[in-house]
C-alpha cells in the first residue's frame, strides 16, 4: 500500500495540510457565510412569526373579551326582559283571576238566588199541594169536608213541627 510507505510520507503530509487550508479558506469566506445568513434569516423569520403569532393572539384575546362582555349583556338584558315578562303575566293573569272570581261570585248568587226561588215556590206548591192532600185524605176518610183555612193551618203546624 503506497499511502503506508514512509518515502512519501512527507509529500501526502504537504499535500494533505494543502488542501485543508484550501477547503478551510472556502469554508471560511463562502460556506460559513452562507450558513449564517441562512440561519440569520431564519432566525429573523421565527422571531417575526412568533411576533405577529403573540400580536394575533393579543388580539383574540381581546375580541374574546368583547364577545364575553357582550355575551353577558346579552344574557343580562334576557334576563330582565324574561323577568319583566314574567311579572307583566302574573299580573295579568293575577287581574284575569280576580275578574273571573268576581264573575263567578256573581254567577253563584245568582244562582243561589235563583235556587231559593225555586225552593220557595216548590214549597209554595208543596205547600199547597198538602193542603189540596190533607183536605182530600179527610174528605174520603171521614166523609166531611174540611175548610181550605182550617187544612192550611194544620199543614202549617205541621211543617213547622218538622223543619
Same mark, same amino acid.
Given at each position: 500500500?503506497?499511502?503506508?510507505?514512509?518515502?512519501?510520507?512527507?509529500?501526502?503530509?504537504?499535500?494533505?495540510?494543502?488542501?485543508?487550508?484550501?477547503?478551510?479558506?472556502?469554508?471560511?469566506?463562502?460556506?460559513?457565510?452562507?450558513?449564517?445568513?441562512?440561519?440569520?434569516?431564519?432566525?429573523?423569520?421565527?422571531?417575526?412569526?412568533?411576533?405577529?403569532?403573540?400580536?394575533?393572539?393579543?388580539?383574540?384575546?381581546?375580541?374574546?373579551? %368583547?364577545?364575553?362582555?357582550? !355575551?353577558? $349583556?346579552? =344574557?343580562?338584558? &334576557?334576563?330582565?326582559?324574561?323577568?319583566?315578562?314574567? *311579572? @307583566?303575566?302574573?299580573?295579568?293573569?293575577?287581574?284575569?283571576?280576580?275578574?273571573?272570581?268576581?264573575?263567578?261570585?256573581?254567577?253563584?248568587?245568582?244562582?243561589?238566588?235563583?235556587?231559593?226561588? %225555586?225552593?220557595?215556590?216548590? !214549597?209554595? $206548591?208543596? =205547600?199547597?199541594? &198538602?193542603?189540596?192532600?190533607?183536605?182530600?185524605?179527610? *174528605? @174520603?176518610?171521614?166523609?166531611?169536608?174540611?175548610?181550605?183555612?182550617?187544612?192550611?193551618?194544620?199543614?202549617?203546624?205541621?211543617?213547622?213541627?218538622?223543619?
Amino acid at each position: 500500500m503506497p499511502q503506508l510507505d514512509f518515502s512519501t510520507f512527507p509529500s501526502q503530509v504537504f499535500w494533505l495540510a494543502v488542501v485543508f487550508a484550501i477547503l478551510y479558506l472556502l469554508m471560511a469566506r463562502v460556506g460559513l457565510p452562507t450558513i449564517g445568513k441562512i440561519l440569520a434569516d431564519r432566525r429573523a423569520r421565527i422571531e417575526g412569526d412568533l411576533g405577529r403569532a403573540q400580536q394575533m393572539k393579543s388580539e383574540a384575546e381581546a375580541v374574546m373579551g %368583547a364577545y364575553q362582555r357582550t !355575551l353577558a $349583556d346579552a =344574557r343580562a338584558q &334576557a334576563q330582565a326582559t324574561l323577568k319583566e315578562t314574567m *311579572e @307583566r303575566f302574573g299580573a295579568e293573569a293575577a287581574q284575569r283571576q280576580r275578574e273571573a272570581v268576581e264573575r263567578l261570585a256573581k254567577e253563584v248568587g245568582a244562582a243561589e238566588h235563583r235556587i231559593a226561588a %225555586a225552593k220557595a215556590a216548590a !214549597l209554595g $206548591d208543596l =205547600r199547597g199541594m &198538602a193542603v189540596d192532600l190533607a183536605r182530600a185524605a179527610t *174528605e @174520603r176518610l171521614t166523609g166531611l169536608a174540611v175548610e181550605d183555612t182550617r187544612a192550611r193551618a194544620v199543614v202549617d203546624r205541621v211543617l213547622k213541627e218538622r223543619g
